[in-house]
């Protein structure tokens, strides 16, 4: 790793954020003007959320039936794996794709279908710079070249606009990321993947559930990937599954889980891939967890839209935006602060929430992707990257940016959003917001 490169993620916060930190620095150091309304929680005042949701068990007796049922074979592998079956047939229940492959993550779903997709050497894929690494890992490893757009103000998604801006000859694929499970535009993302040749990938790793416009999630691009991660709506403490309908890449999807080879029509390996193989007591619980997922993705959508519904004309705070036509499904909800009509920084915004009794948290991941110190150094084998090495990327991260995907982390609020919480308190949660915001208002 060249010295000269290296840039620590503190250094890259400090430079990527230095206008939205040092405006914000600024007006912290004003003294807040007291404000009308009643006192805040956090100066003494009576607390906005009074109520308690506890969390109840994730898993029970529809588990524990499977897994036992699990224990009675004598094999656990997948292949004609009997809970692999059966899990597979209620994951297209619920997303009707024509293939589909259980896998051991979510990032090995999206490895799977960028290699299914042909993506290779100095190939671009463009992605979301918000989301968990494993988005840009599989496009790494296949030696392509993660480029990523800027994302809607509201949306947290990929802007169709901004996208098209970094199509180039060498682009391949777009993966659009359902960002917290609120869908992309997939129309537009679908029109450009199609006027511009490009396989439209869907990351539905936090979207369980949800619906584009009535279509399920993962239905509407070329392949769709979920991760059963353990913090997803349903999960098997880890795991993952890809799914399409399109003749080009559904077949090759089990050969790219498994080695790179067909068994169902064993020839030998004709591909190239790693061991993605996700064993029966997995899918044991993953095909027993799906028969939650209805309940818990049409109260998480409830709970969300409702915080929507009550914050809308919150001045200085812009609402989670969600297509009225699309089904969203929170695995968080994230609104952003304006800076310009506040007299306080985010971290003050949250720690007078946190005092109401809202269990907020302030952004999401610390930086965008291009800011982690692999991204600026170039860095992603041993140190190195060899398509930049071989001159076949022009692609500096260190020169990235996409400014709605940096501010949304500096000024955005995360509000854990979960099945077994009451829209009661979700109305307290909201007020909370109001509270404050009104308290701050400039
Ligand atoms: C949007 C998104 N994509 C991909 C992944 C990767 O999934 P996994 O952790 O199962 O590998 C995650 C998991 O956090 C995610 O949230």
């Not at 994951?91 to 779903?109: D, I, L």
């Not at 040749?197 to 392949?223: F, H, M, N, S």
């Not at 989670?320 to 969203?328: F, G, L, M, N, Y």
């Amino acid at each position: 790793m060249s010295a000269k490169n290296s840039i620590s993620r503190r250094q890259f916060v400090a430079g990527a954020s230095g206008l939205v930190l040092a405006g914000a620095a600024g007006k912290a150091a004003e003294k807040p003007v007291p404000a009308d309304g009643p006192k805040l929680a956090i100066d003494g005042g009576e607390k906005a959320v009074q109520v308690k949701c506890s969390a109840g068990p994730r898993w029970g007796d529809v588990e524990q039936k499977q897994l036992e049922a699990m224990l009675k074979q004598r094999s656990l592998f997948y292949w004609k794996g009997p809970q692999t079956k059966l899990f597979l047939e209620r994951f297209r229940e619920f997303c009707p794709v024509k293939y589909a492959q259980n896998c051991s993550s979510g990032t090995a779903a999206i490895h799977i279908a960028v290699a299914a997709a042909g993506i290779g050497l100095g190939d671009e894929v463009i992605t979301s710079p918000v989301t968990d690494i494993g988005t840009a890992i599989g496009v790494l490893y296949q030696q392509a070249v993660p480029v990523f757009a800027d994302l809607g103000l509201g949306t947290h998604n990929l802007d169709p606009a901004d996208v098209e801006r970094r199509i180039t000859p060498k682009t391949k694929a777009i993966i659009a990321v359902h960002l917290t499970g609120n869908p992309c535009d997939l129309d537009a993302l679908r029109a450009l993947a199609d006027r511009h040749d490009l396989v439209l990938i869907e990351d539905c790793a936090q979207a369980w559930g949800a619906k584009y416009r009535g279509r399920p999630i993962g239905t509407v691009g070329d392949i769709g990937c979920f991760s059963l991660q353990n913090s997803k709506h349903i999960t098997c403490g880890d795991g993952g599954v890809v799914g399409s309908s399109d003749e080009r890449f559904g077949p090759l999807l089990q050969k790219y889980g498994d080695k790179g080879g067909n068994r169902s029509k064993w020839g030998g390996f004709d591909g190239f891939a790693t061991n993605y193989r996700m064993s029966e007591p997995q899918a044991a619980v993953a095909a027993a967890q799906l028969t939650r997922l209805e309940e818990i993705a049409a109260k998480r959508n409830r709970l969300g839209n409702l915080l929507t519904e009550n914050i809308a004309d919150v001045p200085g705070v812009i609402p989670h935006e969600v297509h009225p036509k699309d089904r969203a499904v929170y695995w968080f909800y994230f609104f952003r602060l304006r800076p310009d009509a506040l007299r306080c920084t985010r971290s003050q915004f949250c720690k007078a929430l946190w005092a109401e009794g809202a269990a907020v948290r302030g952004g999401y991941i610390g930086v965008p992707l291009y800011g982690e110190p692999v991204f600026q150094n170039h860095g992603f084998f041993a140190g190195r990257w060899p398509v930049k090495e071989m001159g076949l990327t022009t692609m500096d991260f260190t020169k990235h940016r996409c400014p709605n995907a940096e501010s949304m982390l500096t000024e955005g609020i995360r509000v854990p959003i979960y099945e077994y919480q009451t829209e009661e308190y979700i109305l307290q949660v909201a007020a909370a917001i109001r509270k404050v915001a009104k308290h701050y208002a400039a």
